[in-house]
Every structure is written in structure tokens, then in C-alpha cells.
């Protein structure tokens, strides 16, 4: 019997420029470590446990293209080895700027077969209201510089609900990114948390006072039939909306991203990365300087971690199965928890079912299209 599989995320949290409404672990100016830091990073993943079959890499973060390629072949091959696996898909998120042009033959080299491109818009106006420190020109060379070098899985980013972004400008932006025939889009609404939760990295000063003056020009109005004018677009052009925030063309789903919504477990390696082992998740240090101190010591720079107890993992199987626009198994659900989810939360799944933002078809629980604008609304009834 072949073993499980497994997947590796590495976090890069360095960036050119910081944005104002980012909530990742990132760190601006201090591009001159990142040799350390990928040193770091090797260390990391020798000392990390190597369960499983290694099936993805994900480089994220902040801006994983700012590591040299030569750095980026050390580390896949380090994990290639440590897991005793070739991984099927490696996808490294890249920055989309004049100013930080990537050695795209040379991530090629590296194994690196999925790009994710954070082109954000290609409209000018609305990178300038984001603040992105990038033109929509930058993002279009990026794009066909990545192709030009035989990549043949590309994703782009696009972010909607943008203050001062109408439908029409969004539908502009939009068609404009599918004349390129990504591969696979992800859609984010903008998010701009006053006070954010406890994961996310909290906002500078300044980012702090700009989100202020940008969150009264939201709406989420606007925002709601941004996603339906996307979702009735992608459709017509051949993706398929498999994920809340992702459409791909038929067998470009990210596999790494698939692998979280189906609750698979992964080692995060990096300042701030997550890991889980099936019940209990950890994490590392947010902070570069302990991250680095630590890992160079020979130890984990561990921060916290958490066993999931039951209600929780029943929960979290509910919470991310409905990410997935197919929704989850009931006879899955049944066999992990031991009861089906109709019968463990029947007046929440018949109260979500009445308002019409769920749906039970046959073996599967899912979401309506109304009630993928309203996620959240129809996941506070099965909170433990
Ligand atoms: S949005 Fe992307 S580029 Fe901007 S700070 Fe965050 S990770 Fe860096």
C-alpha cells in the first residue's frame, strides 16, 4: 500500500515594497538576508520530521520570486531527498514588477512546473488605489516572460472590491486577464481588517491609517456582483470554479491548495508557516530575527501549536469542505466522526438549506451561488 501524501509550504516573507492592506507574514527592506534565510530554510527542512509521500511544494509569502533560482533548486532538492519523493506539482508565487524581474529559465531549472503571478489588476487606476508599486504593463510582461520560459501552468491573482472599482471596470480588468488564457485564476476580495484576528500580521502604523481612510469607500454591494459578473465570465470561458476563490482550466487545480481544503497534512517551514499532522497543527515564529536565531541554533523555531479536539476537526472538515464548490461527503463526514452531518447538526443544515445557502444533492453538502457570497453567515450555525 503506497504511503499518504504530503505537502510542503515554504514561506519567503520577504517583499520589495510592504502594501497596506496585507495581512501575510512579510518583512520590506531587508532583501539583503534572504541568502541567510534560505540557508535557514535548508536547516529547517533537514530537521523536520519527512512522513508521507512528498506530492507539493508551494513557495509563498510575501515574494518567494525574490529568492535566487540557485536557492530555489537547493530547496527543492533538499526536500526531494528528505522525503524520498519526486513532488508532482511546485508552484512559486511571484511578483509581477520591473524592479524585481525573476530568472524564470532558471526557477524552470529548479523544478518549479506552476507559477502564481500576483498581477492583482490590469488597470493602472486600481493598482494605484491599492498602492502595489506596480504597473499593469509590469503585470502583462511578467505574464509572457513566465510563458516565454515554458511554463505551462500559470495562475494569475485579481483582486476585486477595490474602492473606486465599478463592475464595468471589473469586468474590464477581468476580460483583459482572460485574454491571456491563464491557467488558473484566483479572485480575492479585498480585505481590509481594522483589527485582524490573531493570525494575521498585524498592520503598520501608516497601513493602519490608510485601510481607515479606504474601508468607508467599500462596498459590498458592488463586491457581491463583482463575484457573480466573475463567475458568469470564467464559466463562459471553459474554467471551472472549483474553490470559493479559485476557477481553473480542467486539471489545473492547484493540487497544494486542494490538499488544505481536504484537510491532508503538510510541514510549513519559514517564519510564521503552519504545519499539521492530521490533529494537531503548529506553527513557527512570525519574527525573522527569532526565526533565523533559533533555526540557526540547530532547533525549530516553534511559536505554538494546538491538538484539535474533536468538535474542532468536525467543524473544520465542514468549514473547509464547503470551500470546495462540490462541497464535502456526508459518507466521508459519517466515517471520520461517526455520524452524518445532517444528523449531528440538523437544524443548522436545514435552517441554511431554508435560506437558500445550502444544499444537500445525494452524498454531498455544499453551498448555493448565493451562499458563496454569504460563507461565513452559513458556517457561524455548525461552530462548535
Ligand atoms: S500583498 Fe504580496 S507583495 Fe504586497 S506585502 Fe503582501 S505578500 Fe508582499
Request: proline residues 6%.
Amino acid at each position: 500500500m503506497s504511503s499518504p501524501t504530503h505537502h510542503l509550504y515554504v514561506h519567503v516573507p520577504f517583499c520589495r515594497l510592504v502594501c497596506a492592506y496585507c495581512d501575510y507574514v512579510t518583512v520590506g527592506g531587508r532583501g539583503a538576508e534572504i541568502p541567510r534565510y534560505a540557508d535557514a530554510l535548508l536547516a529547517e527542512v533537514a530537521m523536520r520530521p519527512a512522513s508521507g509521500q512528498l506530492a507539493t511544494i508551494y513557495f509563498g509569502g510575501g515574494t518567494p520570486s525574490l529568492l535566487p533560482a540557485s536557492a530555489v533548486a537547493r530547496l527543492v532538492q533538499a526536500a526531494i531527498d528528505r522525503w524520498v519523493t519526486d513532488p508532482t506539482e511546485i508552484t512559486l508565487e511571484a511578483n509581477p514588477s520591473a524592479h524585481e524581474i525573476p530568472d524564470w529559465a532558471g526557477l524552470r531549472a529548479a523544478g518549479v512546473n506552476r507559477i502564481s503571478l500576483g498581477i492583482q489588476s490590469l488597470r493602472d487606476a486600481e493598482l494605484w488605489a491599492l498602492a502595489r508599486g506596480q504597473t499593469a504593463a509590469e503585470g502583462l510582461a511578467a505574464y509572457e516572460a513566465a510563458r516565454a520560459a515554458g511554463f505551462a501552468n500559470l495562475s494569475v491573482d485579481l483582486i476585486y472590491g477595490v474602492p473606486g472599482q465599478s463592475e464595468a471596470d471589473w469586468r474590464d480588468g477581468l476580460c483583459r486577464a482572460l485574454a491571456l488564457e491563464p491557467d488558473h485564476l484566483s479572485l480575492y476580495a479585498l480585505q481590509l481588517a481594522l483589527a485582524p484576528d490573531e493570525w494575521a500580521a498585524p498592520p503598520r502604523r501608516g497601513a493602519l491609517r490608510w485601510r481607515q481612510r479606504m474601508v468607508p469607500r467599500q462596498d459590498d454591494g458592488v463586491a457581491a456582483a463583482q463575484y457573480e459578473v466573475a463567475d458568469e465570465l470564467l464559466e463562459r470561458a471553459g474554467y471551472l470554479h472549483y474553490e470559493l476563490s479559485s476557477w481553473a482550466r480542467p486539471g489545473f487545480e492547484s493540487r497544494h491548495n486542494s490538499a488544505y481544503w481536504e484537510r491532508r497534512p503538510y510541514t510549513g517551514i519559514g517564519a510564521g508557516a503552519h504545519s499539521f499532522d492530521g490533529e494537531t497543527r503548529s506553527w513557527n515564529t512570525r519574527d525573522l530575527d527569532g526565526y533565523l536565531a533559533a533555526t540557526e541554533d540547530g532547533e525549530r523555531a516553534l511559536a505554538g501549536s494546538e491538538h484539535l479536539e474533536e468538535p474542532t476537526r468536525a467543524f473544520e472538515a465542514v468549514a473547509l469542505g464547503l470551500r470546495r464548490v462540490a462541497g464535502f461527503s456526508r459518507a466521508a463526514f459519517a466515517e471520520e466522526f461517526g455520524q452524518d452531518p445532517w444528523e449531528r447538526w440538523p437544524s443548522a443544515v436545514e435552517e441554511q438549506v431554508a435560506a437558500g445557502l445550502l444544499e444537500v444533492a445525494g452524498d454531498a453538502i455544499r453551498l448555493t451561488p448565493r451562499g458563496r457570497l454569504f460563507a461565513n453567515e452559513a458556517l457561524v450555525a455548525f461552530a462548535p
